[in-house]
């Protein structure tokens, strides 16, 4: 509940709870607080425990953690057999390769073109990254945006 109160918040709280109460009422203070959050749990306890009994034995398993939205999905996602295929097949997956190939298609420069890619990464492959020094004869220049 509090994970990220730090020391340095904790004794400042505390050197303001003494301030405002004053040493003497303090004790009282902290002992009702405690008793108050012993109530609402405890009141807390019996309401889950009530509509536990209410569902009946097929919702034995439920868990009330699971209605918010992201345990849920996470629970779902995490049993699911597609969804572990399709993170296999993904990781499977080379973006940097296919997207090497689809930019070769577009500009003409596949294997059977003839052409040589400007510059190429240490894997062989063009990369599309790195600016060429010179257009080829009938090329154009690419189109900027930005310098419009």
């Given at each position: 509940m509090f994970n990220d109160i730090g020391a340095l918040e904790l004794v400042a709280l505390v050197v303001l709870a003494v301030l405002v109460f004053g040493p003497d009422k303090l004790p009282k203070v902290i002992q009702d607080t405690a008793r108050f959050i012993r109530k609402v749990r405890e009141f807390s306890d019996n309401a889950k425990h009530d509509i536990r009994s209410e569902l009946g034995p097929e919702f034995k398993d439920f868990e009330f953690e699971d209605l918010n939205p992201k345990t849920y999905l996470r629970k779902q996602m995490s049993e699911n057999d597609e969804l572990r295929e399709l993170r296999e097949l993904?990781?499977?997956?080379?973006?940097?390769?296919?997207?090497?190939?689809?930019?070769?298609?577009?500009?003409?420069?596949?294997?059977?073109?003839?052409?040589?890619?400007?510059?190429?990464?240490?894997?062989?492959t063009p990369d599309l990254l790195k600016k060429r020094d010179r257009l080829d004869k009938d090329e154009r220049p690419p189109y900027d945006a930005d310098a419009t």
């Open positions: 993904g990781s499977s997956f080379d973006l940097r390769k296919e997207m090497n190939e689809v930019a070769d298609s577009v500009n003409g420069r596949g294997d059977s073109s003839g052409t040589v890619p400007a510059a190429v990464n240490g894997s062989g």
